[in-house]
């Protein structure tokens, strides 16, 4: 399988990631990545840079990386409507964002609360991705949720890192598995993800492309083999 894209990298502006802009996209480029992306945490999670790290992504968008580069971030859910921590002002400035609940920024509600937190998250026109929308420390409706990425035209992540063996989000194996099959079953596209903060780990989707072997997971459903269908993801209410 071509895997060609991987938006979701932090920063050492995360505050817990260990690498450069540079540095990741190098690595990312390494792996045969053609399109990369930095979606660091945006500022209600601890130790994540201000609004105004997300308010000058022109200066990088100058250089040349060697691939396509693009700068986003990675929103935090705050509460069961799927509210964001940036504003339109903010947002309308990144190529993309993503859209996850963290446990730092929300705690986990009902299966039909954290449903509502995605699928509300989903509806805003600046939401590209859901992040780790498997993660077992959230119960969702995961038909529901499937439905709503078709009708809103939002991506769902399969995030390498949640699979890993010291991930904090477990179950998510078992989750994305049945994740793949409302997916299957509604012709919804997935992106992988590396979801990594530190360059040895960009680009990397090993644990994920292995749950899509796993499920015999169509090829034509998973966007990272295609860069046009990509972008019309990118912008999705232009
Ligand atoms: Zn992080
Ligand atoms: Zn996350």
Do not use: W
């Not at 691939?67 to 309308?92: H, Q, R, V």
């Not at 609940?101 to 998250?121: D, F, R, V, W, Y």
């Not at 990594?196 to 990272?224: K, R, W």
């Amino acid at each position: 399988m071509k895997d060609l894209i991987d938006i979701h990298m932090h920063t050492i502006a995360s505050g817990h990631a260990y690498s450069t802009v540079r540095e990741m996209f190098t690595a990312a480029r390494a792996r045969g990545i053609r399109l990369a992306g930095i979606a660091d945490h945006a500022p209600y999670m601890p130790g994540a840079p201000q609004k105004m790290y997300f308010c000058n992504f022109k200066v990088v968008r100058q250089a040349d990386y060697g691939l396509e580069a693009i700068m986003g971030a990675e929103l935090n859910i705050l509460d069961y409507s799927g509210s964001i921590d940036l504003s339109e002002k903010i947002l309308c400035k990144l190529d993309y964002a993503i859209a996850s609940l963290h446990e730092l920024c929300i705690s986990p509600g009902t299966k039909e609360q954290n449903t509502a937190a995605l699928t509300g998250a989903m509806r805003n026109p600046r939401v590209t991705v859901i992040g780790h929308p498997d993660n077992g420390r959230y119960p969702v409706n995961f038909e529901t949720l499937v439905q709503t990425a078709k009708e809103t035209h939002t991506l769902l992540e399969i995030n390498n890192s949640s699979y890993a063996n010291n991930t904090g989000r477990p179950g998510s194996r078992e989750n994305a598995r049945l994740m793949l099959q409302y997916c299957r079953q509604y012709a919804v596209p997935v992106l992988m993800s590396s979801d990594a903060h530190v360059d040895s780990d960009a680009g990397n989707h090993s644990e994920a492309y292995t749950i899509l072997q796993e499920t015999d997971f169509p090829e034509s459903l998973v966007i990272n083999t295609n860069l046009e269908k990509f972008k019309t993801y990118l912008y999705k209410s232009e």
